[in-house]
């Protein structure tokens, strides 16, 4: 089992910008596909942004140009940067960790896009 520390949420102005952090309690980026996914108040969860071992990125079409994400093997760490943050980006974001039928989650973190 993988253990996962999201941080970083918060609340923003529209345009704003907030950089999600995911620590890992080991090393397992050579492995392991890295994902930030989000859930709104009575909508299902959804994919955001994911990595795999190999360094292959896919993004939401919603967040194309806007979120980065990228991920640090020496702080075992993964990272989504927002930016040109919008309303309809308030959700909790949650990291996740997934090998084959190994499938790990963060607690989440809450950002929350208001004016």
């Known amino acids: 089992q993988v253990q996962l520390v999201e941080s970083g949420g918060g609340l923003v102005q529209p345009g704003g910008s907030l950089r999600l952090s995911c620590a890992a309690s080991r090393n397992i980026f050579g492995i392991y596909t890295m994902g930030w996914y989000r859930q709104a108040p009575g909508k299902q969860r959804e994919l955001v942004a994911s990595?795999?071992?190999?360094?292959?990125?896919n993004y939401a079409e919603s967040v194309k140009g806007r979120f980065t994400i990228s991920k640090d093997s020496a702080k075992n760490t993964v990272y989504l940067q927002m930016n040109s943050l919008k309303p309809e980006d308030t959700a909790a974001y949650y990291c996740?960790?997934?090998?084959?039928?190994?499938?790990?989650w963060g607690q989440g973190t809450q950002v929350t896009v208001t004016s």
């Open positions: 996740r960790a997934s090998r084959y039928l190994n499938d790990n």
């Open positions: 990595i795999t071992s190999s360094g292959i990125i």
